[in-house]
């Protein structure tokens, strides 16, 4: 635990500084919601093809799932949130214009989780 997974558009590849994020949110999450930076895991997912509403192109979707043990309140789950969002305003450069589409939520673990 946590256990993050990060899905995102394949053409923000190289805008996506997914090194630099997941360091930075590895700290946010120890900071705000109590993890052991040992038991932080971010795995990252590019989507080759996105689609928003009826148009083509332009547009990228990147959403990050945290999952936490349960017991975390859900003031805790909002922040951390809300600071995903910030690194990922921090870590993503776009300067082809796209219109990047970001969300971030925190799921619970459940009660069979268990880890090696």
Do not use: W
Request: proline residues 3%; aromatic residues 6%.
């Amino acid at each position: 635990m946590p256990q993050i997974t990060v899905d995102y558009s394949q053409t923000i590849t190289p805008a996506f500084d997914r090194a630099g994020f997941a360091r930075a949110l590895h700290e946010a999450t120890v900071e705000i919601a109590a993890a052991k930076p040992e038991a932080c895991k971010t795995q990252f997912r590019a989507s080759e093809l996105t689609a928003f509403g009826y148009e083509e192109g332009g547009h990228a979707v990147v959403h990050v799932t945290l999952g936490l043990l349960a017991g975390r309140t859900d003031e805790t789950k909002a922040k951390l949130t809300e600071a995903v969002l910030e690194l990922l305003r921090k870590h993503i450069q776009d300067d082809q214009g796209i219109v990047l589409h970001a969300s971030a939520e925190v799921r619970e673990l459940d009660a069979s989780y268990r880890k090696f």
